[in-house]
DNA sequence: CTGATTTATAAATGATAAAAAGTAAAAGAG
DNA sequence: CTCTTTTACTTTTTATCATTTATAAATCAG
């Protein structure tokens, strides 16, 4: 009963481990992922690791330089920005894409996301703690279940690439939902879900696309704010008398 | 004298060699790749034969099945129809997000590439031969120039890859364009170039939208054609006495 | 004496070759 | 004819080698 064989490779195992390793922040950006290191950390040789960081190379979450060495990617706020704006044109064709393909049980389904999404966005204001991780897998799943549902491959691909991207950027600004942006998140999901139980596609594709820029913005104005609080830091040193 | 170091890595050059192989058919769909055997072929080692899979793989230009060996991508005309659905709304994005960054130059270098598209499209009706390349190169300049203009490496990569496997589709259904569908594409052009020096940013999206499903549909129009035609073939060979 | 440039050494990546593990196909036995 | 076993071929991993780059030290110039 042992079999239990590993059906994934050992580069695909590594590159899950680097994965989410950088999407943790584990490994921040800009530092240099050495690949006798890795490898020593990991006990796997040096070829797997390259395999590993070559698959991730391909996504963008590391740049691989020659022989100057492989780092893990720095995303500017352009980046952020470029990053959104593509997410925003693809969610929304997900959205089109989908309603051809949607059930009574994915209406159902749907809607009982957007309910316990928003249970869980009450629960935030008394346990933060526990519905904080929830509220984030609910809305992961809104967006997988709608994507599914396209049944293109390409466009499945594309938007968990960039997916990846973005929430290594959102460890690492720290970024965190207002109250109001939490509570505006689940009104626009609950008016994609209602657009899309109608068979809307234009309604839907216009929620959508709000959606995804409202977030866009959201996450934009926070960046200086960072900015702002590293400065701070700075300033704290050559304190003015 | 031979300096002139390759500055790229082996497998970089492996990959090239490999999409090039695969674009002009030399490769066909679903044909094994053997490591070893491209290794020879090639007078290179394993390792670099491997780095160039999996960056063929990342794009979706082969897949990688276990010790099942890999093979060249089978694109069906589901997956043509969705690429061309996701590249439709990208390229919209680009258009829009290109007209900020345009300058005056930008607008004569569009104007001249519509009006060498216009004697090239005339040429083709007496020298088919010289005219047809030189169509192909103006209509690639064309959509990079825009593409180059939004400064949004994220969107240029995921279209770069995306054309990749189209072109790839293309040369596997002995895509030709018809005269109309020439002309049409010609007529489509000019219209998103006047737009696009209007800064007419919805009158361009509009008009990229239509130029891009205008061709998925003239493409899945053509792709029972060939069928017959391999219907044909095999039919000859099993006649009926 | 200080700073910069060059050289040498060390470490990391790129590549090769060989061994290890697994899969599929073919051959042989029941 | 079917099931099992073996064989041959494939990818995957490990280990080794070579090449390049970066860092540090030493020497020379100012």
Redesign the pocket.
């Known amino acids: 009963m042992q079999p239990m064989?590993e059906?994934r490779?050992?580069?695909?195992?590594v590159a899950q481990i680097l994965r989410e390793g950088i999407l943790t922040g584990e490994f921040e950006p800009g530092q240099?992922?050495?690949?006798?290191?890795l490898?020593n950390r990991l006990?796997?040789?040096?070829?797997?690791v390259?395999?590993a960081?070559g698959t991730l190379a391909a996504t963008g979450l590391i740049v691989?330089?020659?022989?100057?060495?492989?780092h893990v990617r720095k995303l500017d706020v352009e980046d952020i920005e470029n990053l959104l704006a593509v997410r925003e044109t693809l969610e929304v064709l997900a959205v089109r894409q989908s309603i051809p393909n949607l059930t009574e049980e994915d209406d159902g389904h749907m809607q009982y996301l957007v309910a316990e999404q928003t249970k869980a966005t009450e629960r935030v204001k008394v346990d933060l703690h526990s519905a904080l991780p929830r509220l984030s897998a609910l809305n992961d799943e809104f967006h997988e279940l709608i994507l599914a549902r396209t049944r293109n491959e390409w466009l499945i691909n594309m938007l968990a690439s960039i997916q990846d991207l973005l929430v290594f950027s959102r460890s690492r600004l720290r970024f965190n939902a207002t109250l109001e942006r939490r509570q505006a998140s689940l009104a626009e999901h609950r008016g994609i879900a209602q657009a899309l139980v109608r068979r809307d596609s234009d309604g839907a594709a216009r929620r959508m696309s709000e959606h995804v820029r409202h977030l866009k913005e959201h996450v934009i104005a926070l960046v200086p704010e960072v900015q702002d609080r590293e400065r701070q830091q700075v300033g704290s040193q050559e304190e003015p008398r």
Chains 1, 2 share one sequence.
């Open positions: 064989v059906k490779t050992l580069g695909d195992q240099r992922l050495s690949e006798p290191d490898a006990n796997v040789s040096l070829t797997p390259r395999e960081l691989r330089n020659g022989r100057q060495g492989t």
